[in-house]
């Protein structure tokens, strides 16, 4: 019985180490009468979690402090000493081991007569192996009741860290008269550089590097669409706008990340102006592959038949707000306040969308692709050649990915590789900007619309002929500019007879 609830705690620890990989607690962990959490012989509250690196981070305790019940004060003496005990454990994730009584083939958490007959551990206390390579670890702090004292304070101090890991804290007592015991006050964690934890760090550079990216592509973007402006389709117009937000959305999740390291703590206003940007450019990219992959502005003047617009506004309307919701939840709240049914359950409506963006926009580039080859519009069916091509192999990158992904997150549960874990959003940023790049190359504004523009009267003469005949046109003089002007009369008329034959 007692090895399956010494197992059933391993298993709650691993979990709430799970649970606090994304750190939305900032680096200011407070506590407010929460409760301690019965496991074996012990009861442990998990204080935070967060990367540190060596030599000058500290964790600092501040006004932390343990009340327990009436009932638990009452059976002391007014003028009794040490009347109730709380430990406060600092551990590297890699020691986790040496929390509870393994090393001696037991399966108890706090020490019992037994275990202190052989002088192996003190009783009452929990069961802690130290580190040979770091005899400071795990580390222990003791605060004790006094007499019959409801509350203990634990004293003001600063922990420094020698070592650079993924650190853990919890409050652990072993007295079971003091269940009920309830613990305030906040703890800081502070890293070199300032609040943000190690594992965040490399993200702000990141945003700090895209949003220099987003600027230089919308520099080139705007010289471009100053350059030829007169030639600007409505394509233009949405490719600029996803651009834009591209850019707001880097630089404001910097601002963001800059701030949480300045001050700590993460400002709800801020957070939430990068989360909305990140959702409406998420759901603005997605609608801009649809409306390119249906041939918007080449194959078809508008959306408005059969009431194509509606349903896709409406497709992207409900993945705003599935996404918007989500990307609160992440980092906004308090992840442990949320079930994993419950972040289920926001998932799975992205996902779903997402499916439903992947199969439309395929299911829209095999009908667009079709057309274009019917036509015979060789230079739009080229460009839209190149573009299946490139949304192909985005989707087997993120096929790829998904499952790497997965697969890190099944065999690093703890996150030991902390150090790493950065490149799996950053993918997904960086396969973001690829796209649009892509995108921005091959509809970009040029002298030559017709390459990708749609004419309501003569898309359907061949493009090709138009290429050849302006060439022969340039070539030639004044009297082979006029057989270029009929050679192209005659293509046009050949295609009209093919239209009426059609």
């Given at each position: ?116 007959k052989d002088k192996n551990c003190n009783l009452g206390e929990v069961i802690i ?331 359907d003469f061949d493009e090709e002929g138009i290429s050849l005949t302006s060439s ?31």
């Open positions: 019985m007692m090895r399956f609830e010494t197992q059933s705690f391993t298993y709650t620890l691993a979990l709430f180490l799970i649970l606090c990989i994304t750190l939305v607690n900032a680096s200011i962990h407070h506590y407010s009468n929460e409760q301690f959490t019965h496991r074996s012989n012990a009861f442990f509250f998990h204080g935070g979690s967060e990367a540190l690196f060596a030599p000058t981070s500290f964790i600092r305790f501040e006004t932390v402090t343990f009340t327990r019940p009436k009932e638990s004060a009452i059976n002391h003496g007014p003028m009794q000493t040490n009347t109730g005990l709380v430990e406060a454990i600092i551990l590297e994730v890699k020691d986790r081991q040496r929390i509870g009584g393994s090393y001696f083939k037991s399966d108890l958490i706090c020490c019992d007569p037994n275990l202190a192996q130290k580190n040979p390579d770091n005899p400071e670890l795990p580390k222990r702090i003791r605060t004790y009741f006094q007499g019959t004292n409801e509350q203990a304070l634990m004293e003001t101090q600063i922990v420094q860290i020698n070592a650079t890991g993924m650190y853990y804290l919890y409050f652990m007592f072993c007295d079971p008269s003091l269940k009920g015991t309830t613990i305030t006050g906040r703890t800081v964690w502070r890293n070199p550089n300032g609040y943000l934890p190690g594992k965040m760090a490399p993200l702000m550079t990141l945003y700090g590097f895209m949003s220099l990216a987003y600027l230089l592509l919308g520099l080139l973007w705007f010289l471009r669409f100053v350059q030829f402006w007169k030639d600007i389709i409505h394509v233009h117009y949405h490719i600029t706008a996803v651009i834009g937000l591209g850019m707001c959305e880097m630089a404001v999740w910097y601002f963001e990340y800059a701030n949480f390291n300045a001050t700590g703590t993460r400002p709800m206003g801020i957070t939430l102006w990068a989360v909305t940007f990140t959702s409406v450019k998420k759901t603005l990219s997605r609608i801009l592959l649809l409306v390119v992959s249906m041939g918007y502005g080449v194959v078809r003047p508008t959306l408005g038949a059969h009431g194509v617009a509606s349903r896709v506004l409406l497709l992207g309307l409900l993945y705003f707000v599935a996404s918007e919701a989500l990307e609160l939840v992440e980092h906004l709240g308090n992840i442990n306040d949320f079930s994993g049914k419950t972040k289920l359950l926001l998932v799975l409506p992205v996902v779903c969308l997402d499916s439903c963006f992947i199969l439309w926009i395929f299911s829209s580039l095999s009908k667009t692709l079709e057309k274009l080859q019917t036509r015979r519009n060789l230079a739009k069916l080229e460009l839209y050649r190149k573009f299946t091509n490139m949304l192909a192999v985005s989707v087997l990158l993120s096929i790829a990915w998904i499952g790497f992904e997965l697969y890190f997150n099944a065999t690093d549960p703890l996150s030991e590789l902390w150090q790493i874990a950065w490149v799996i959003p950053a993918f997904w940023s960086l396969l973001s900007y690829a796209l649009l790049v892509v995108i921005c190359v091959l509809w970009a504004p040029s002298r030559n619309p017709t390459r990708y523009a749609y004419l309501e009267e003569t898309d022969v046109a340039k070539m030639s003089g004044d009297v082979k500019e006029r057989k270029g002007s009929s050679a192209t009369d005659l293509a046009f008329g050949e295609d009209i007879e093919e239209d009426k034959r059609e």
